[in-house]
C-alpha cells in the first residue's frame, strides 16, 4: 500500500501535469479537437493581435512559475507551499486563456461576421466558448 508521501507526489504530479495540458491549450499548440487547417480557413490566417505579445510573455511567465514548482516537488517541499504555487500558476494560465478567447470574440468573429455573414462562423463561436 503507498504511503501517503507517496500518494500526495503522485496527485501533485497529475496537477503539474494538468497545469502544463493548460498551458498547450492556452495558446502554446493548436486546439486538440480543431480541424487541420482551423475551422474557417480565412480566420486561421490572420495577423496577430495587439495583445497576442502580452499574452506569450505571461504564458512565458507561467512556465517559468510552474518549473519553479516542479523543482518544489523533487526537493521535497511542504505540500502546503506546493498547492499555493500551482494555484498561482492555474490562475495565472486561467486569466490568459480568458484573454485569448475575449480578443478573438471581440476582433476576429467580429471581422468574419462584418465581412462574410456566413452562418459557419457561429461554429467556431460555439466551439472556443467551451474553452472558457
Same mark, same amino acid.
Given at each position: 500500500?503507498? %504511503? #501517503? !508521501?507517496?500518494m500526495v507526489? +503522485?496527485?501533485?504530479?497529475?496537477?503539474?501535469?494538468?497545469?502544463?495540458?493548460?498551458?498547450?491549450?492556452?495558446? =502554446?499548440?493548436?486546439? &486538440?479537437?480543431?480541424? @487541420?487547417?482551423?475551422?474557417?480557413?480565412?480566420? %486561421? /490566417?490572420? #495577423?496577430p493581435h495587439? +495583445?497576442? @505579445?502580452?499574452?506569450? !510573455?505571461?504564458? $512565458?511567465?507561467?512556465?517559468?512559475?510552474?518549473?519553479?514548482?516542479? $523543482?518544489?516537488?523533487?526537493?521535497?517541499? @511542504?505540500?502546503?507551499?506546493? #498547492?499555493?504555487? =500551482?494555484? &498561482?500558476?492555474? $490562475? *495565472?494560465?486561467?486569466? +490568459? !486563456?480568458? %484573454?485569448?478567447?475575449?480578443?478573438?470574440?471581440?476582433?476576429?468573429?467580429?471581422? &468574419?461576421? *462584418?465581412?462574410?455573414?456566413?452562418?459557419?462562423?457561429?461554429?467556431?463561436? /460555439?466551439a472556443i %466558448? !467551451?474553452?472558457?
Amino acid at each position: 500500500m503507498p %504511503t #501517503a !508521501k507517496a500518494m500526495v507526489s +503522485t496527485t501533485l504530479r497529475q496537477y503539474v501535469i494538468r497545469c502544463l495540458i493548460l498551458l498547450v491549450s492556452a495558446g =502554446l499548440g493548436p486546439l &486538440a479537437s480543431s480541424p @487541420p487547417g482551423g475551422y474557417i480557413s480565412h480566420m %486561421t /490566417k490572420h #495577423a496577430p493581435h495587439a +495583445t497576442h @505579445p502580452e499574452i506569450v !510573455k505571461r504564458l $512565458k511567465r507561467a512556465n517559468g512559475h510552474l518549473l519553479s514548482v516542479i $523543482k518544489m516537488i523533487e526537493s521535497g517541499q @511542504p505540500c502546503v507551499d506546493i #498547492a499555493q504555487q =500551482l494555484h &498561482a500558476v492555474e $490562475k *495565472a494560465v486561467l486569466q +490568459t !486563456k480568458r %484573454t485569448l478567447i475575449q480578443d478573438h470574440i471581440d476582433h476576429c468573429l467580429d471581422d &468574419a461576421l *462584418a465581412s462574410s455573414g456566413d452562418a459557419s462562423v457561429a461554429v467556431e463561436f /460555439k466551439a472556443i %466558448t !467551451k474553452y472558457l
